[in-house]
């Protein structure tokens, strides 16, 4: 395509709410972080092995059949469980990137590149981290 040469009606759409189907045989639960299958691009838990970085948190429950769609929120901060020793998040980590231990917590280092990226972290409390997601 070449560039334009005048004015177009450019398509646009909310962002914030997107629709993946559920890799076939995997169970995903609401309010859980969903990344995608590198191999097909099919939701499944954060974490999993050939999954890419955190693209959002489940709306709904669902297990893939071929046909279902975890319907994932993206661009809010959510409430995550804080990992534990060496990797455990405080204050001082705000504004760094949080990295996926499973699909409900994060931790503060990628594990020697294990670990995909959860999102940036927004605050922490006592009982867990507040990451941007997506």
Request: no cysteine.
């Amino acid at each position: 395509m070449t560039a334009a040469t005048q004015g177009r009606n450019t398509n646009r759409r909310d962002a914030q709410r997107v629709g993946h189907l559920i890799n076939p045989g995997t169970q995903i639960w609401a309010g859980t972080m969903i990344a995608l299958l590198t191999t097909n691009g099919n939701a499944v838990p954060a974490g999993t092995a050939g999954s890419g970085d955190a693209v959002g948190v489940a709306q709904n429950d669902g297990f893939g059949d071929g046909t279902v769609q975890a319907d994932a929120w993206r661009g809010h901060a959510f409430h995550f469980a804080n990992s534990a020793a060496a990797d455990q998040i405080t204050r001082a980590d705000i504004g760094a990137k949080a990295f996926v231990v499973d699909d409900q917590t994060v931790a503060k280092t990628d594990n020697s590149a294990a670990r995909k990226v959860a999102g940036k972290i927004i605050d922490v409390d006592a009982a867990g981290v507040w990451v941007l997601v997506g």
